[in-house]
């Protein structure tokens, strides 16, 4: 099975090939690195721009509205708030315009923590770009989301912020990307460079074939019908272990909502779910003051409240300014499995 990281790759090689990308561009994405975590390794269209987040979207959103469907990626997320005012431009521009001009383009950036990156490696930038209106927002937990979701946003003809957990960018998946060989060695050997010299190295792509995962669409990844939980990116996987050790140790019936989505994000999916369950926890990694569940919290209130059994809980990362190198620290700062235990335990046991 591939990881995200190839399912990124294989998504943009079929995005040059089949959807009109000829714009792949951002700091070490072009050859010989093919980005800090090869998800541009080996495309045809892929070059190296300066270290200058502020150039790179300005020249994605220039390219947008000249006709072209760029895909940019800024390094890390941590070094985007400097491109706030740009973000905001390409959010507005088709509103503004009354839909003159279309504005398609992709930002993608690693997110979160996990990685033991510290300060400048470990942020989460969900909340933040939540708040830029008319950017559509994505974050996958899983390769074959990933390979949908960019097919999806290279299509898509509002800009869309394709955000990539950085933790989850060598985890492998469940199920096969459209046109992927079953043997995994053999997808590394086709797709992935070999270390050391690598100029006279070229892909052997597979027959990828089309599979969008339409924005604004979640999915259940765990059925359930006591608790419903409501997450994303790298703590769905999580969320979906708890689930299952739950299911297998008979503590409850827990049902994973994997938003997929930010911005739109399915409300309708929420609450069917919590329609059914009648309790419900939200969990992110973001910082918990101002957080994008908040929004969908006191949604639940005045739209759900009659539907609750108990109050709704969100678990999510501590208010700290940033995540500590130490795992200790990192461990600390954002929701962990044995709080997501906890978190599940808590609320089945309060009385309706």
């Not at 469907?69 to 491109?83: C, S």
């Not at 199920?175 to 050391?196: F, R, S, T």
């Not at 827990?254 to 999916?269: C, G, H, M, T």
Request: aromatic share 8%.
């Amino acid at each position: 099975m591939a990881n995200m990281a190839q399912a990124i790759r294989m998504a943009l090689h079929y995005g040059e090939e089949k959807l009109g990308v000829r714009e792949i561009f951002g700091e070490d994405v072009g050859a010989p690195l093919g980005g800090v975590f090869t998800v541009t390794q080996g495309l045809k269209t892929a070059w190296n721009s300066p270290l200058d987040e502020r150039g790179i979207v300005g020249a994605a959103l220039g390219l947008a509205w000249a006709g072209f469907r760029p895909v940019a990626e800024v390094q890390f997320v941590d070094y985007i708030f400097n491109t706030i005012d740009l973000l905001k431009l390409c959010g507005n521009s088709t509103w503004a315009s009354g839909g003159k001009f279309p504005t398609p383009m992709v930002i993608m950036t690693p997110t979160g923590s996990g990685i033991h990156g510290s300060i400048y490696h470990s942020h989460s930038f969900d909340s933040i770009a939540s708040k830029i209106h008319g950017m559509k927002v994505v974050c996958p937990s899983t390769p074959l989301d990933a390979y949908g979701l960019m097919l999806a946003a290279i299509k898509d003809d509002n800009p869309v912020l394709f955000l990539k957990p950085k933790a989850l960018l060598r985890a492998k998946g469940e199920e096969l990307i459209p046109g992927e060989p079953a043997d995994e060695k053999a997808l590394k050997d086709m797709i992935d460079a070999p270390i050391g010299d690598r100029t006279k190295w070229k892909p052997r792509w597979p027959d990828l074939t089309d599979f969008t995962v339409p924005i604004g669409q979640a999915k259940i990844s765990h059925e359930g019908t006591d608790v419903t939980i409501v997450t994303h990116g790298r703590l769905a996987p999580v969320c979906l272990e708890v689930a299952r050790d739950f299911e297998a140790d008979g503590k409850g019936s827990v049902e994973v909502l994997d938003l997929r989505s930010l911005i739109p994000y399915d409300w309708k999916a929420i609450t069917s779910s919590l329609k059914k369950t009648g309790r419900i926890l939200f969990v992110n990694e973001d910082t918990e003051i101002s957080n994008f569940a908040e929004h969908l919290f006191r949604r639940v209130i005045d739209e759900m409240f009659y539907e609750l059994e108990v109050r709704p809980r969100l678990l999510c990362g501590k208010a700290v300014p940033g995540i500590g190198l130490s795992p200790v620290l990192e461990y600390a700062s954002v929701p962990q499995k044995a709080d997501v235990v906890r978190a599940i335990e808590a609320i089945l046991a309060e009385p309706a």
